[in-house]
Every structure is written in C-alpha cells, then in structure tokens.
C-alpha cells in the first residue's frame, strides 16, 4: 500500500530557497500522479502544483507560477517542489498527495480525487 512522507520543511527568509521531498514507500510512484497542496493557518488546502507519473505534464497555481518547479525522480521514488524565491505569504503546511487517474491540469485543485495523502511538513517565511 502506498505511503507518502513529506519533507524538507523549515523556515526560509523571504526570495530564500527551499526543496520540498515526497517521499513513497510500498508502491511504484510512477503509478501515480502527484499533487502538492499547502494549508496556511485558518485556511483550507490550496492546491500549489500538480504533476503527472511521467512528469512530462505540470501545472501550477498562479499565485506560485514561475516561482515554484515540481519535478520527479521515479527511480527514487520521489516527487520535489522546489522554489528559489519563497514569500511570506507561501507560509503554511505543505502536503503531497497521490492519484491514480489518469492527469488532467484540472487535479491541480480537485483535492477529493487523491486516494493517499502524506502528513504534511511545514514552510514558515520570514525575515
């Protein structure tokens, strides 16, 4: 059964950079496209970035858009989402999250089709 653990969260100054790690265990991740969600403090899941198994298709959410990549290592087992230029504002817990169906840019904000989700790491940005 797929896991998913999270990773690499810490606290950044402003326009710093930080890579975030999904990790899985108990199944092949190339089986699965990933998405990557962020909930800041008293608000819902934000859907930030989404990629498909064979990470040649992405998306991403305006407000992240040129400033955040996500990219994958199947032979690792291991989704990333990176950023060379954090702002206070991407401050929350960032999720990754698994879906088997086929990828459409739409998962980028269709939370409820994810069947396993990680534990979340959290990102605080501040100077």
């Known amino acids: 059964q797929l896991q998913l653990v999270a990773s690499g969260g810490a606290s950044v100054e402003p326009g710093g950079s930080l890579r975030l790690s999904c990790a899985a265990s108990?199944?092949?991740?190339?089986?699965?496209?990933i998405g990557w969600f962020r909930q800041a403090p008293g608000k819902e899941h934000e859907g930030i970035s989404c990629?498909?198994?064979?990470?040649?298709?992405?998306n991403h959410a305006v407000a992240v858009k040129g400033r955040f990549t996500v990219s994958r290592d199947n032979a690792k087992n291991t989704v990333y989402l990176q950023s060379n230029s954090w702002k206070p504002e991407d401050t929350g817990v960032y999720y990754c999250?698994?879906?088997?169906?086929?990828?459409?840019?739409?998962?980028?904000?269709?939370?409820?089709?994810?069947?396993?989700w990680g534990q979340g790491t959290q990102v605080t940005v501040s100077s």
């Open positions: 108990g199944s092949n991740l190339d089986h699965y496209a």
């Open positions: 990629i498909s198994s064979s990470g040649a298709s992405t």
């Open positions: 999250a698994a879906d088997t169906a086929p990828y459409n840019s739409a998962m980028l904000t269709q939370k409820e089709t994810y069947v396993r």
